[in-house]
């Protein structure tokens, strides 16, 4: 087993600081895509919205959060020491898992056989919207 990713959480008002503190990055971010558009001012004014810069901070904070990647052994094993519920997308005969646990007692998990970046990728933004959306 081993992990992927920093962001992890013991409580829903330190995720909400951690969402805050990547603002800034998400802004430069946009910015920076803009300029290697070539974006003039009025573009950017015109197209650069409160939403865009949201969406990548929404983006950002998910990208980064701490993921578990295991074998169905060891998810089995973590699950049953978790105190919590766990929501598990995908299919039960498959060799390995993804899962995050949010701060306030949900997980959530996904299985895969081969792709784990893209098990990773998909389970983050599970946990974004399942997890964190309503929380940040």
Known sequence: MHTVGTFT????ADARAQYESVGPAAQ???????????FDRAEYDDRVTSEVVETARDALFASLLEVRVGNREEFEDWRDSYDGEVTTVGHEDVDHVVWHAGPDGEAVAATFQNEEA???????????????????
Do not use: C, W
Not at 9 to 12: I, L, N, P, Q, V
Not at 119 to 136: C, E, K, N, S
């Open 118 to 136: 893209a098990a990773v990728a998909t389970l983050r933004r599970q946990a974004f919207g399942r997890l964190y959306r309503d929380l940040v």
């Open 9 to 12: 959480f013991e409580s829903a």
């Open 28 to 38: 430069t971010v946009v910015r920076e895509v803009t300029k290697a558009m070539a």
